[in-house]
């Protein structure tokens, strides 16, 4: 049974710092990796998709990485500013292509 | 392009009734997944949708039920509400197979269970 795991589950920084999210997932035979925001009370905000033959994704100041072999995902935002905090949640999807499961998420506070 | 919509926006009802939630999916997308999510936890995979059929379901018991439409919006059911069934429910839509194996999710449906 896959199962999600992310650490830390709160992280608070200073604007302008650099940061690193963890996810780790239990089984390797995923289909693909993809991380989300959301804010709270709200619906969840896709960020990046990694496919399972894939290494990394970028966006903008975030950048996702997944080694499948040692079952992890790091999630890296450049230069935080306020307006990113929220709580990161990852989500492997299996080999089925149906369901995502999800971690419990790092809530990230950013101050000014 | 109209993105993933959800009604009702919140809903509180009594222990042991009956409530249908509804989502639309994002133009183009042909399957819907039904998520719950409690206080503090990941979203958890109750059932998904592909052309009106049921594709996969996750560990929820068969009072929770659900149905696609022809125009590929679906509606989640749950009966004899309990109540650690309060949460957040969020439908996310996709399109698997057409270069599109991201989920995107709706703003959810706060149930209150009292």
């Known amino acids: 049974k896959q199962e999600v795991t992310q650490i830390p589950a709160a992280l608070s920084v200073p604007e302008g710092e650099n940061l690193v999210l963890n996810c780790s997932f239990t089984d390797s035979a995923i289909y693909n990796l993809q991380w989300f925001r959301q804010d709270p009370g709200k619906g969840l905000t896709s960020l990046l998709l990694?496919?399972?033959?894939?290494r990394e994704q970028t966006s903008g100041r975030l950048n996702a990485s997944l080694d499948k072999s040692s079952g992890r995902s790091t999630l890296y935002i450049a230069a935080s500013q306020p307006g990113d905090s929220a709580t990161y949640l990852c989500a492997a999807i299996n080999q089925a292509g149906t369901a995502l499961i999800f971690g419990k998420g790092t809530t990230l506070s950013v101050s000014s | 392009e109209t993105g993933v919509t959800q009604s009702p926006t919140h809903l509180i009802k009594t222990r042991g009734q009956q409530v249908t939630l509804r989502c639309s999916s994002q133009s183009g997308h042909n399957t819907v997944s039904w998520y719950q999510q409690a206080l503090g936890q990941g979203p958890q995979f109750i059932f998904q949708?592909?052309?009106?059929?049921?594709?996969g379901r996750g560990n929820f018991p068969p009072r929770f039920s659900g149905l696609q439409f022809p125009n590929y919006s679906s509606e989640l059911n749950v009966n004899a509400l309990e109540l650690d069934d309060s949460a957040l429910y969020l439908c996310?839509?996709?399109?698997?197979?057409?270069?599109?194996?991201?989920?995107?999710f709706g703003p959810g449906t706060r149930l209150t269970v009292l």
């Open positions: 990694i496919q399972s033959s894939q």
């Open positions: 996310a839509s996709s399109s698997p197979g057409a270069g599109g194996d991201t989920q995107y």
């Open positions: 949708y592909y052309r009106e059929e049921e594709n």
